[in-house]
């Protein structure tokens, strides 16, 4: 990363940090802070004399920050902070596509991924089944009960142990939350709304105006991690969704074959294709996350891989795919080809036929 990704980094990290203990700054805020005025004193702009100052500026869009080049990296219209809401999901996205994931908030599914990918195991079957379970609304909420049945259905007491990890308990909060109609998990009411975590994208994409209790007993209750249910649940609906699409199509389908190196494997006439589901708020991030991989990384994807956007982000964001695009660097334009989820068919038929 350059000097304002670490920026962005140390910000970002030092205010996840900051509510565990708001009268010890965390040495991450302090570091970012010096590399925010730094950078502030460079680009000719107002340094701010403090930390109150410094979180005012980061309600702001960053590109009301006056620092150069900063919305080459993080999206100009986005803060890094949000009344309500802590952390914008932009800012969680900037942690998701720079960090490694066993550090961002995914990584939980990571350390899943990377027990089932070892060489002396190599679990494709239990993976496939964890990430299912996990992409399904039904499942975003349970009793310990319903946890317990599915995490012991796996042989090996170290996967049910970090699925388990994926989930949190919410027993005594369970009379404030409501559930959502599109993921099935928690709705909260903030700033005179339902929400259904930071971003609340399920706002949009499904009917808000009466919201179910939970029908649970004297049961302890868990819910999926705000960044599983971000990073997994969400996008895992629409990787469900259209692999039941394609099969009803009469391709072969398969679900995050090789153990994950792809979303979906689509097959038809002995020809195969992949497709690989991203689902970022900005499209710049998306871009930025292809931009900053490997030569190596990117090559892979070359003409038989599809990066697929859910179709709510083009609802949220017009021509999403195509901003993408245009903001991906040379070297990535060559290998990395982004449609829309409503796209895909037509795609496949050009490839297939």
């Not at 996205?93 to 599914?109: V, W």
Request: glycine share 4%; with cysteine; aromatic share 14%.
């Amino acid at each position: 990363m350059n000097k304002i990704q670490d920026m962005l980094y140390y910000l970002i990290t030092g205010l996840q940090k900051w509510p565990n203990n708001y009268t010890e700054i965390p040495n991450e805020l302090h570091r970012g802070m010096l590399m925010f005025i730094q950078e502030a004193a460079r680009s000719g702009s107002e340094i701010p004399a403090d930390l109150h100052r410094l979180i005012q500026t980061l309600h702001k869009p960053s590109n009301e920050w006056g620092i150069q080049g900063v919305i080459e990296y993080y999206p100009g219209e986005a803060s890094l902070i949000e009344e309500f809401v802590g952390i914008t999901p932009d800012a969680e996205d900037f942690i998701n596509t720079y960090i490694s994931p066993d550090e961002a908030q995914q990584r939980n599914m990571f350390a899943i991924l990377q027990f089932c990918r070892d060489e002396s195991r190599k679990l494709q079957e239990e993976y496939t089944k964890i990430r299912t379970f996990l992409s399904q609304p039904q499942n975003a909420v349970l009793s310990s009960f319903q946890l317990a049945q599915f995490a012991e259905s796996f042989r090996d007491r170290e996967l049910s142990i970090l699925v388990r990890q994926c989930y949190e308990e919410v027993t005594s909060l369970l009379v404030n939350y409501r559930k959502c109609p599109h993921c099935g998990w928690t709705l909260e009411y903030k700033h005179d709304r339902w929400r259904c975590n930071k971003e609340n994208i399920c706002h949009s994409l499904a009917d808000f105006e009466v919201v179910d209790q939970f029908d649970f007993k004297n049961e302890r209750i868990y819910r999926l991690l705000p960044g599983i249910q971000r990073y997994v649940l969400l996008p895992g609906i629409s990787e469900t969704k259209l692999a039941d699409f394609l099969k009803r199509k009469g391709y072969g389908v398969e679900l995050y074959p090789n153990i994950d190196e792809y979303d979906l494997a689509v097959s038809l006439h002995n020809n195969k294709i992949f497709l690989d589901i991203k689902d970022f708020k900005d499209p710049r991030t998306l871009a930025n996350f292809f931009n900053q991989k490997s030569q190596a990384y990117i090559e892979k994807y070359g003409q038989r891989v599809y990066v697929v956007i859910p179709k709510y982000r083009n609802d949220l964001f017009p021509f999403y795919s195509k901003r993408a695009s245009a903001l991906l660097n040379e070297e990535a334009k060559k290998f990395i080809n982004i449609i829309m989820e409503n796209e895909v068919e037509k795609t496949l038929k050009k490839v297939f036929f």
